[in-house]
C-alpha cells in the first residue's frame, strides 16, 4: 500500500487543515477526538446522528441495468424475434387481427416472464440481507449484535478468532491478535496485531500493528476496537471503488436446463422444418404456413424454464429459512437431495446446549452440585456424605477451583431484561455454566477486563484456555482450564488440602481414570489448573508450564428430544449420522448411543487414534466409526475426504475458524448460525440460524422437495410442449388442415404453461420423501424413464387433440369448428394433466385435491381465460373461434380428462400389482 494512500484519513483536527491518520495518535486523543466514552460506547441518538452522516458501513455496487432493459430482453431470443417480424409482415399484408392478437400474446409472455425473474430477485436479495454480516458492538453500556451496515465510526467492536473485520478499526485492547489480511494486501500469513500505545514510531506507520481493516479476518486472538472508517472510506473502499454487480452464477442445474433447452430447439426447428415443407408441397401460403411454423417453435421451446426455476429455488429457499436453514449458494439445495452421510458436531447441535455443572473433583473431596439451569443457586454436597449441602469457604481447594472457573471465562450470566425473572448467557453456555456454578460458591470475577493482562484464547488444537490476572505488587496469577488430559501434561503439582503436592504418574492415572468415569456418565469433562507468577511482566508469567491442577468438573449437556426423530428420519432416508466432536470418546458414545447414532459394532474413534490411520485405512474403517472424538479441524477434513472416497456425499457442521477447510472440502458445508465464526459461515453452503440438528434434516427434506417439484413442473411443461409438437407433425403427415392456427397456439401456451407450472412447483412435499433412498447426484433431470413417460403422455394428449378435430373435420365441418373444439381439448387436457404430475408415483386421492392450494387456482384461472377465448363472441373473434354447441362441450370435456385418468389408472395399478417397472428415478 503506497504512503499517500495510508496518509488519507477522513480525520481532520478542528485547528489543522493536515489529515490526521487514526494509526498515529495516541488512544486517549483518538477517542476525545472521536466523542466515544469507551466504557460505555455510543448512545443511539448519536449513532443515527452518525449514520445519516456518513452513511451506511457497505461497500456501494454498480446500478443494476434498469427495468425497462430487463424488460426487453424477454424478447431477446431469435425465435420470438422471428415471430414479431413474421407477425408484422402479415399485419402489413392486411391480417391485422391474427397480427395484433400474436403482437399481444407475445408481450403478455414477455411480462410474466419479466414479473417473474424481478420476484426470483427481489426473493434472493432477501435472503442476501438474511445472511449479511452481523458485528458485536457496544452502545449505551450493552454489548449487541446488530448488521454490520449500521456501524458508524466511534462504534466499539468486540472481535475473536473466525470475525470478519466488519470495518476500519484502531485497537483498544487485543490478546494474542493476528489478522489475515491477504485481501487487502496479498500477504499470505497472518500479521500480529497490537493495541499497546507504546510501539515504536517505525511499526506504528509502518506496519500499522494497531489497526484492523474491513474485509481481513481475526486469524487467532481476541480484540476490542474503535471503528475510524466505515463503507467508502475504508482503505478497501478506496481501492475498490464501486464494485461491479456480480451476476450469479447459474448453477449446475441450470447448466444443464439450458443444455436441455439447446437440444429441444435442435429437435424442435427439424420437426417444425419438416411442418413447414409439408405444407408448403401440399400448396399451403408461404407467409401462413411460416407464421404457423415459427408459432410452434415459440410455443414448443421451454424458454421460460430458466426463470420459472430460479423463481422455485428462490421460493424453495425462503421456504428453508422458515426452517432455520438459510442457503447461501443456490446449488446447494440439488445437493441437499444426494446427501447420505451427515457429519455433525455435538455441543449445541446435538444437545441443547444448555450446560449445567453437576460435579466437582478435587484433590481432596468429589462434590455434586445442584441446581438446574443458569440460575445461580443451588449448593455444594460431598458425594461420600449424608447429602446436606456444605460452606465453600471452608474449602480451601473448591474454592480455587471455582475461582479459575469464574476468571477463565469470558461469559456473563444476566437476568432477562424482558422481567420475566429467568437467567441468560452472554457468550459460551459452556463458560456460562461454569460462571453459574463460581456463583454457587459466592465467587465472582469482578471488573475481569480491568484485571485480565493476557489471554490466551481456546482453539481446538490446543484445547485449552488461560488468562494471566494482575495480582497485588507487580504479581499475577494463570488461571487455565481445557480438556482434562491437555492439563494434566501441564501440570507438575496438584492442590491436595490446601497444598501443592507432587503430581506422581499413579496420581495422573487416578485423575484419568476419574474423568473417564464421569464421561461415561455423559458429562463434559474440564480440567482446571492455575500458576501463580512473582512478576507479571516477565515472559514466562504468559507460559502455560508448571500448572498446578486444581480439580475436574463434570457438566451435563441433554441431547435435544428433536435430534433424536431427526436421527431417525435420516435413518430411514439412508442417511448416515456421524458425530464430530471435541468431547472425551466416553462421552460422546454415550450420548451417541441415546441419540441412535451408534449403533452395536460401531465405534469411537479419537484424533490420537485417527492420526494413527492412513488415509486409506481410514477410508475402509470409516463406516464402522459413529464418533470422532477429541478431534481437531485437520481430522475433521480427513474424515470428510475418508468419507467422499468411498464415493459418499457429506454433509459437514462446523462453527470454528479452523472448521472452514472441512467445510469447502464437503459436499455441503454448514455454519453453525449462532456458535459460528464469519469465516466459518462465508465457507459455508448453508447457515443454521438455530444451531439445531434437526435443521438439517428439515433442509435435507426441504431440498428432496424443491428438486422434486422442479421435476415436476418440467415434467408438465415438456409433455404439453411435446403434445403441440406432436398433433401438428400429425396433421401435416396426414394432409390435415391445421387443427391449430398460430394464435391459438400461442394462446395455449401462455395459458397452460404459466400458472400451473410454477402452482406445481409449490406442491408440497410428499409423505413418504424421508422413506427413499438419496438421489444419485450425477442423476440428470429428465432420466431416460422420465423422457420415455414426457413422450407417451405427450402422445396421449396429442390423440386427444387429434381425435377431438377429426371427430369434428371428418364429418363435415368447417375447419374452423374442428379447431374451436380442438383448440379445447387440448388446453383443458392440458390443465388438467397438470394434477397427474403432483407426483410419480401417488394418485390425487391419496395426495388430496385441495392438498395444493396453489395448483387449484391455477386451473380454475387458467381455465377460466381458456373459457373466456371460447365462449366470450369479441375475445373469440381474436383466435378466430366460432361458437360450440352445448353437445359438443359434453363430448370435448371428458376427452379432455382421458390423458390424466390414464395415468392415474397406471399409477393406482402399479401400486396394486407391485409391479416391477423402473419407477421414475431409473436410468
Known amino acids: 500500500m503506497s504512503r499517500a494512500t495510508r496518509e488519507e484519513s477522513p480525520w481532520i483536527e478542528p485547528d489543522s487543515s493536515r489529515p490526521i491518520a487514526p494509526h498515529a495518535e ?41 427495468a425497462w432493459r430487463r424488460f426487453l430482453a424477454q424478447f431477446a431470443e431469435p425465435l420470438v424475434a422471428i415471430l414479431l417480424v413474421a407477425a408484422i409482415v402479415s399485419g402489413a399484408l392486411g391480417d391485422l387481427v391474427d397480427t395484433v392478437a400474436i403482437l399481444a400474446i407475445v408481450v403478455l409472455n414477455g411480462v410474466i416472464g419479466f414479473v417473474q425473474e424481478e420476484r426470483a430477485e427481489r426473493a434472493l436479495a432477501s435472503l442476501r440481507r438474511l445472511s449479511a454480516p452481523l458485528a458485536k458492538v457496544l452502545r449505551n453500556g450493552t454489548l449487541g449484535s446488530i448488521p454490520a451496515r449500521e456501524l458508524v465510526p466511534g462504534d466499539r467492536i468486540v472481535l475473536e478468532a473466525g470475525d470478519r473485520v466488519p470495518a476500519d478499526a484502531r485497537l483498544l485492547r487485543s490478546f494474542a491478535l493476528r489478522a489475515e489480511e491477504a485481501s487487502l494486501t496479498g500477504e499470505s500469513v497472518p500479521v500480529e496485531k497490537d493495541a499497546d500505545d507504546d510501539l515504536d514510531l517505525e511499526t506504528v506507520l509502518g506496519d500499522r500493528a494497531n489497526m484492523l481493516y474491513m474485509g481481513t479476518a481475526i486469524a487467532s486472538g481476541k480484540a476490542d476496537a474503535l471503528v475510524v472508517a466505515t463503507g467508502m472510506e475504508t482503505e478497501l473502499g478506496k481501492i475498490a471503488g464501486l464494485l461491479a454487480r456480480a451476476d450469479r452464477e447459474p448453477t449446475p442445474l441450470q447448466r444443464r ?147 479459575i472457573a469464574a476468571w477463565c ?77 491437555v492439563i494434566l501434561e501441564k501440570c507438575r503439582h496438584e492442590w491436595r488440602h490446601g497444598q501443592a503436592d507432587p503430581l506422581s504418574p499413579e496420581r495422573r492415572a487416578e485423575i484419568r481414570a476419574m474423568a473417564e468415569a464421569m464421561a461415561a456418565q455423559a458429562l463434559r469433562v474440564l480440567g482446571l489448573a492455575e500458576r501463580h507468577h512473582p512478576d507479571a511482566d516477565h515472559e514466562s ?39 464430530i466432536t471435541g468431547d472425551h470418546p466416553i462421552t460422546a458414545l454415550a450420548i451417541a448411543r441415546e441419540l441412535g447414532i451408534a449403533r452395536p459394532g460401531d465405534r469411537a474413534l479419537s484424533g490420537r487414534e485417527l492420526d494413527g490411520l492412513a488415509d486409506a485405512e481410514l477410508a475402509s474403517a470409516v463406516d464402522q466409526v459413529a464418533v470422532f472424538a477429541r478431534v481437531s479441524a485437520e481430522h475433521k477434513l480427513r474424515v470428510v475426504q475418508a468419507w467422499k472416497a468411498r464415493g459418499q456425499v457429506v454433509a459437514m457442521t462446523g462453527d470454528g475458524v479452523n472448521d472452514a477447510p472441512a467445510l469447502k472440502a464437503s459436499d455441503i458445508g454448514i455454519a453453525m448460525g449462532i456458535a459460528g ?42 409433455a404439453s410442449n411435446a403434445s403441440e409438437v406432436m398433433l401438428m407433425l400429425l396433421a401435416a403427415l396426414i394432409g390435415w388442415p391445421a387443427p391449430l392456427s398460430a394464435v391459438q397456439l400461442l394462446w395455449v401456451n401462455l395459458v397452460t404453461d404459466g400458472l400451473p407450472a410454477l402452482a406445481l412447483g409449490m406442491e408440497p412435499p410428499e409423505s413418504d420423501l424421508m422413506d427413499r433412498p438419496p438421489r444419485p447426484p450425477g442423476e440428470p433431470v429428465v432420466t431416460r424413464w422420465i423422457g420415455l413417460m414426457i413422450l407417451c403422455q405427450g402422445a396421449l394428449m396429442a390423440a386427444v387433440g387429434a381425435s377431438a378435430f377429426a371427430a369434428t373435420y371428418q364429418h363435415g365441418e368447417d375447419p374452423a369448428q374442428a379447431r374451436a373444439v380442438t383448440f379445447g381439448a387440448l388446453a383443458f387436457a392440458q390443465l388438467f394433466f397438470a394434477f397427474a404430475c403432483r ?54 370435456l371428458p376427452m379432455a380428462l382421458l390423458p390424466a385418468t390414464i395415468v392415474e389408472v397406471i399409477k393406482l395399478a402399479r401400486a396394486r400389482l407391485g409391479s416391477g417397472a423402473p419407477g421414475p428415478r431409473a436410468r
Not at 491442577?549 to 428420519?569: K, N, S, Y
Open 409 to 485: 471465562n469470558a461469559a456473563q450470566v444476566t437476568r432477562h431484561s424482558s422481567g420475566e425473572g429467568g437467567w441468560k448467557v452472554i457468550g459460551d453456555p459452556t463458560e456460562g455454566a461454569l460462571v453459574v456454578a463460581a456463583r454457587k460458591a459466592e465467587i465472582e470475577a469482578r471488573d475481569r477486563d480491568d484485571h485480565v493482562l493476557h489471554e490466551i484464547p481456546f482453539d481446538s488444537e490446543r484445547r485449552a484456555m488461560s488468562v494471566l490476572v494482575r495480582g497485588p505488587a507487580g504479581s499475577a496469577t494463570m488461571y487455565t482450564k481445557g480438556a482434562p488430559e
Open 541 to 579: 508469567a504468559r507460559r502455560e508450564e508448571d500448572l498446578i491442577f486444581a480439580g475436574l468438573v463434570g457438566m451435563i449437556d441433554p441431547p435435544r428430544d428433536e435430534a433424536r426423530v431427526a436421527v431417525g428420519l435420516c435413518r430411514g432416508a439412508g442417511i448416515r449420522p456421524v458425530m
Open 26 to 66: 495516541p488512544t486517549d486523543v483518538l477517542l476525545a477526538r472521536l466523542g466515544v466514552d469507551p466504557d460505555r460506547g455510543l448512545a443511539a441518538a448519536e449513532v443515527q446522528s452518525r449514520l445519516a452522516t456518513f452513511g451506511p458501513n457497505e461497500l456501494r455496487e454498480a446500478p443494476p441495468p434498469p
Open 839 to 892: 407426483s410419480p408415483s401417488r394418485t390425487l386421492p391419496a395426495l388430496g385435491l385441495f392438498s395444493n392450494p396453489y395448483l387449484c387456482g391455477a386451473i380454475v384461472a387458467s381455465a377460466a381465460l381458456q373459457l373466456s377465448a371460447m365462449t366470450i363472441p369479441p375475445v373469440r373473434a381474436i383466435f378466430d373461434v366460432p361458437a360450440v354447441a352445448p353437445g359438443r362441450w359434453l363430448v370435448l
Open 257 to 403: 436446463l439450458d443444455e436441455l433447452g439447446k437440444a429441444l430447439i435442435g429437435v424442435i426447428l427439424v420437426i417444425v422444418a419438416l411442418i413447414l415443407a409439408l405444407r408448403l408441397i401440399r400448396g399451403g401460403a408461404f407467409l401462413e404456413s411460416f407464421l404457423l411454423s415459427v408459432s410452434l417453435a415459440v410455443a414448443a421451446v421451454p424458454e421460460g424454464l430458466p426463470a420459472v426455476v430460479t423463481l422455485v429455488l428462490a421460493m424453495g429457499l425462503q421456504r428453508l429459512v422458515g426452517r432455520n436453514a438459510l442457503v447461501r449458494k443456490l446449488p446447494a439445495v440439488e445437493t441437499l437431495g444426494s446427501v447420505t452421510v451427515i457429519c455433525s458436531d455435538k455441543t449445541g447441535t446435538l444437545t441443547r446446549n444448555e450446560m449445567t455443572v453437576r460435579e466437582v473433583v478435587t484433590g481432596s473431596a468429589h462434590y455434586h452440585v445442584s441446581g438446574a439451569g443458569y440460575e445461580p443457586t443451588g449448593g455444594f454436597h460431598p458425594k461420600d456424605g449424608d447429602g446436606s449441602p456444605i460452606d465453600p469457604r471452608d474449602r480451601p481447594d473448591l474454592i480455587r477451583a471455582m475461582r
Open 677 to 718: 465464526t464469519d469465516v466459518t459461515r462465508e465457507a459455508s453452503d448453508m447457515v443454521l440460524t438455530d444451531d439445531n440438528f434437526a435443521s438439517i434434516v428439515s433442509a435435507v427434506e426441504e431440498g428432496r422437495g424443491i428438486f422434486a417439484n422442479i421435476r415436476k413442473f418440467i415434467h408438465y411443461l415438456l
